[in-house]
Structure formats: structure tokens, C-alpha cells
Nanobody, 124 residues
Framework: QVQVVESGGGLVHPGGSLRLSCAAS????????MGWYRQAPGNRRELVAS???????NYAEFLKGRFTISRDNAKETAYLHMNNLEPEDTAEYSC??????????????????WGPGTQVTVSG
């Protein structure tokens, strides 16, 4: 079983900053891709940023360079540094983690897990 937990959300004024954390734990061989997604009320969930185990990053174009994703492989944690926040960034932010795990018979397989999400509200 794999657990994914996000933290760091909250209420911030426009122009402010937040850092979100995504921590994975459980029974797996390795963590591959870690990605941040967000969903605002009435909207579809959209990819914000992702980072591979080698540190290769991918960002949504709408971010305009305001967010940075990073990860600490030793801590099995990914971070989303959000700067110059806008009211349009208000959403629930969720982390998706792809892990490689091993079956009892020894076979390796990949699987994805979601965290419960953390709310980011930009207002003021």
C-alpha cells in the first residue's frame, strides 16, 4: 500500500507565495513521476507541473514561470513553490505519484496514487 499526503495549502493574498509538499510512503521499490494537479470548482482537473526521478520537469503553459517544482528523493517528497499567486490559482491542489512496486512473486509493476489534496485560496 502507498500513501500520498499533501500539505502547505492555505489562504494567501494576491502576489503572495506558498510552498506545497507531497510526501509518499509505503511499500514500493522506487518513485518515478511526481505531479501536481489542480481543480477549481466547475473546472476539470489540470496538470500544473511534474518532475521525473531524474529531475526532468514539465510545466503547464498558463503558469508563466511563476511556479517551480522540485523533489527530494531521499525524503520521497516533491514540492511546488508558487510565487506571485493570482485569484485564478484558487483550487484544490492534488499530487499524483507513480511508483514501481514488486509483487510477491517478484514481478515489478507501475501504479499511480493520489493524495487527498490541499486547498489553495488566493483572495484579499
Amino acid at each position: 500500500q502507498v500513501q500520498v499526503v499533501e500539505s502547505g495549502g492555505g489562504l494567501v493574498h494576491p502576489g503572495g507565495s506558498l510552498r506545497l509538499s507531497c510526501a509518499a510512503s509505503g511499500n514500493f521499490v522506487s518513485i518515478n513521476l511526481m505531479g501536481w494537479y489542480r481543480q477549481a470548482p466547475g473546472n476539470r482537473r489540470e496538470l500544473v507541473a511534474s518532475i521525473s526521478s531524474e529531475g526532468v520537469t514539465n510545466y503547464a503553459e498558463f503558469l508563466k514561470g511563476r511556479f517551480t517544482i522540485s523533489r527530494d528523493n531521499a525524503k520521497e517528497t516533491a514540492y511546488l513553490h508558487m510565487n506571485n499567486l493570482e485569484p485564478e490559482d484558487t483550487a484544490e491542489y492534488s499530487c499524483n505519484v507513480e511508483v514501481t512496486a514488486r509483487l510477491p512473486v517478484g514481478t515489478l509493476y507501475n501504479s499511480h496514487y493520489w493524495g487527498p489534496g490541499t486547498q489553495v485560496t488566493v483572495s484579499g
